[in-house]
């Protein structure tokens, strides 16, 4: 006879979890990065992807190195004020890690930085919350694009149809989404089976750091924000 598995014991010794070594091994690698590297950037993202960012990173692996995650990790790594940066004016950069972003270490030129940035976009649809680009809105009558077998979904999403001789009709006009409004979990499926993409993934660079210049590239900051804060 088989042995339950409901008693099964569990060594919790063997278990692993992101502690205090996992984040020192992060403050480590940054650290022994920005000695390596030429150049530092702190970067924003919109509608993060994380495949979409994964083939971006392994695409400058041979140049660069990019960090995300835990902000407060990145600053302690980096140094929050002058007294404990590990590199003259990294402090700056510091403050700058906050929200939604990221670090890139590269030995790529200014300009070519700057050009893989702004050229980057991604498309994708928008998930459950994302606020609407535009206003869907579906007409009555036949929906072609859909087969037969998928009135009952279509239904269940809250969408107004029939099966009139085998071809999914709307009975009435219906909106799926209204502009500026989040979505719901069925708007955002109707959306993604009609073919709209209304999420754009994008990096936003913030600022720059080299052992010999400080550069803030966000509209609005000055550098004496960032030494106030």
């Not at 600053?75 to 890690?97: C, F, N, T, Y």
């Not at 498309?123 to 007409?139: I, M, N, P």
């Not at 709209?196 to 900051?221: H, Q, S, V």
Request: net charge positive.
């Amino acid at each position: 006879m088989p042995k339950s598995k409901r008693n099964r014991a569990v060594t919790l010794s063997k278990t692993k979890k992101k502690g205090k070594e996992h984040k020192e091994n992060i403050v480590n690698t940054i650290r022994e990065c920005a000695e390596k590297y030429s150049s530092a950037y702190v970067f924003s993202f919109e509608n993060m992807r994380n495949l979409k960012f994964k083939e971006f990173r392994d695409q400058l692996k041979s140049s660069s190195r990019f960090f995300l995650g835990s902000n407060k990790v990145m600053q302690v790594a980096l140094g929050r004020s002058v007294s404990d940066e590990i590199r003259p004016g990294l402090h700056k950069i510091s403050k700058l890690v906050r929200g939604d972003s990221g670090l890139c270490f590269t030995n790529l030129s200014k300009e070519e930085v700057q050009r893989l940035f702004n050229e980057f976009e991604e498309y994708d649809f928008a998930r459950t919350g994302s606020a609407a680009t535009e206003k869907v809105e579906l007409q009555e009558g036949p929906l072609d694009q859909f087969t037969h077998e998928m009135e009952p979904f279509l239904r269940k999403q809250g969408m107004p149809v029939r099966l009139n001789k085998g071809v999914v009709e709307l009975v009435s006009d219906f909106v799926v989404c209204e502009e500026g409004k989040p979505l719901s979990p069925e708007a955002a499926r109707i959306l993604r089976l009609l073919g709209i993409k209304m999420a754009t993934f994008r990096l936003n660079l913030i600022c720059r750091w080299t052992p010999d210049e400080f550069e803030i590239y966000r509209e609005g900051l000055e550098e004496s924000d960032i030494e106030s804060s």
